[in-house]
């Protein structure tokens, strides 16, 4: 069946230090979406990726969409202390479904 | 309402006792989903409802758990003869269909920490 595979499963970064994660899937998606879920909380919704190579920025976060739609990756740029969660992308193939990766869970040293 | 709202918070039960988890979808959604999230985070999809209909139901355990989105009532997760590898947070999250070619982002509830003990 259809994996999505998400590295790495842990982060531990200085605060303002870069932070990526990586999200691969084993088939073609029509699309990707990125969720983050605070510790204790609910996966949020972030964004959603639609077009080979698409490239979308939120202030410090930058999401890619691979040319092949096949893998996807969110870069934080110069993290903060609220940056800290666990961040998933979650792809889709079919009308109802999406497929959660791992989750890469994000800790900051202050 | 304009939240998704999962009752109970938090459930416990006895080995082989029966659980009912509750949700209320985002009013207008048409998809309602439920994801069992264990220790490791990871999200297992369960069952996917569009109205009050199975959408898709790959996810579900054959024997013991069954859902239903039933018109006017919260849409429910059952599992009979609850066992300790059961114990989970449960997601409900709704969505208001689908676009052509995408997925509509999904609207997480605060989840059922559901405890076998």
């Known amino acids: 069946g259809q994996q999505v595979m998400q590295i790495p499963q842990y982060q531990h970064v200085q605060e303002g230090e870069d932070f990526t994660t990586y999200c691969n899937s084993s088939?073609?998606?029509?699309?990707i979406q990125w969720y983050k879920q605070r510790p204790g909380g609910h996966p949020v919704f972030l964004i959603q990726?639609?077009?080979?190579?698409e490239v979308k920025k939120q202030k410090r976060l930058t999401f890619q969409f691979g040319e092949a739609k096949k893998n996807s990756s969110l870069h934080i740029t110069a993290t903060q202390t609220t940056d800290v969660g666990t961040y998933f992308c979650?792809?889709?193939?079919?009308?109802?479904?999406?497929?959660f990766g791992s989750g890469t869970r994000l800790s900051i040293r202050p | 309402g304009e939240e998704v709202a999962q009752t109970p918070k938090h459930l416990v039960r006895g080995e082989g006792q029966k659980a009912k988890l509750y949700c209320a979808p985002i009013?207008?959604?048409?998809?309602v989903f439920w994801y069992q999230q264990v220790l490791k985070n990871e999200f297992k999809f369960l069952i996917s409802?569009?109205?009050?209909?199975?959408?898709?139901e790959t996810g579900m355990p054959k024997e013991r758990f069954s859902a239903k989105c039933l018109p006017n009532s919260p849409c429910s997760l059952e599992i009979q003869a609850t066992k300790l590898e059961d114990s989970a947070v449960y997601f409900c999250?709704?969505?208001?269909?689908?676009?052509?070619?995408?997925?509509?982002?999904?609207?997480f509830g605060d989840g059922t920490r559901l405890s076998i003990l």
């Open positions: 979650a792809g889709g193939r079919s009308a109802s479904k999406i497929i």
């Open positions: 409802f569009q109205n009050e209909n199975v959408f898709d």
């Open positions: 990726l639609v077009k080979s190579g």
């Open positions: 088939t073609t998606l029509s699309n």
């Open positions: 009013k207008g959604h048409s998809y």
């Open positions: 999250a709704s969505s208001p269909g689908t676009g052509l070619g995408s997925n509509q982002p999904q609207h």
